[in-house]
């Protein structure tokens, strides 16, 4: 079984990061749309509000024809908007930042927020219905990339316990991103942080539980955003207004449907996870508040996300909110 899960899980990251996926089952692409490629950090149903706008044609309706790359951890998502490889960006912001502290002159400008907390869980060898992060003391964990959002929000949470990620436990930041749960079924680690689904495959394989949401204690955080080049804001205003229409109609939908309902729509992006489980997922994250109500990315919500990266001493000087983001193009969405 856990030769099984490992090419499972395997298949799911390797498929999703090499093909590209155009939203409604469309075989043609109509003249009269824009063509958009949005490359997104990971293909993960904590993104469900950006499928359901795929999948219910919420972006042919507003002109736009979106082709959606995984870029397979924000560094490379940065690197394909940056190149011109891509034309939005959607990852954790701190890659925005990263990039304006470099000095790039065309750097990245985040213009909508998706997701308010962090969308990954610990997972551990047994259930531990009374878990304190206190437990990691002494333990091996497989962590993530440095400087990455999944890494630092993990940290954040240590600091806040008392516990330092240094000294007090060990991290192992070695294996790819999207490979840590195959590669926990033949580890010896104690714990794995992961993202859905690979949290519940786990689970569902009788491998790991599910022991804490880093969503949850770590509170709101500003997690991941859609982002563009200066250069292409400034061209092409029109478009980033539109892009930002559907994921608002994403989010409206998300908000205002069951977990089943979402599941149903959001099933042909996920075609390796039956309905059910999809469901169960969602439901997850809805509980815990994921979701925005809109995509305007507030001034304290940067803020708090640049205390975050001053903590894991990735963040040298502090950078200006009103450079890296606007609101103008939420604002309007949500209206």
Known sequence: MRKVLHFFLTAIFTGAAIVSLTGCGSKGKPSDLTPVTLNEVAHSIFYAPQYAALELGYFKDEGIDLTLVNGAGADKVMTALISGDADIGFMGSEASIYTYANGSDDYAVNFAQLTQRAGNFLVGRSSQPSFKWTDLKGKK??????????????????????????????????????????????????????????????????????????????????????????????????????????????????????????????????????????????????????????????????????????????LKERVPYEELVTTEFSEKAAK
Not at 215 to 240: F, H, I, Q, R
């Open 141 to 314: 964990v497989l962590g993530g990339r440095a400087g990455g959002m999944p890494q630092m929000v993990f940290e954040y949470i240590l600091k806040k316990n008392g516990i330092d990620p240094a000294t007090d436990l060990a991290i192992d930041q070695s294996i790819q991103f999207g490979l840590t749960a195959a590669a926990f079924t033949s580890n010896d680690a104690d714990y794995t942080v992961e993202f859905e689904p690979f949290a519940t495959g786990l689970e569902k394989e009788g491998s790991g539980f599910v022991v804490a949401s880093l969503g949850v204690d770590s509170g709101y955080v500003p997690y991941t955003a859609y982002s563009v080049k200066k250069s292409y804001l400034k061209k092409n205003p029109e478009t980033v207004q539109k892009f930002t229409n559907a994921i608002q109609k994403g989010m409206e939908f998300v908000n205002t449907h069951s977990s089943d309902e979402i599941a149903k729509v959001i099933q042909p992006q996920f075609k390796e996870t039956d309905v059910k489980t999809i469901a169960a997922i969602v439901d997850r994250y809805k509980s815990q508040d994921s979701w925005k109500k809109d995509t305007v990315f507030e001034k304290d919500s940067f803020e708090l996300l640049e205390n975050i990266l001053e903590e894991a001493g990735q």
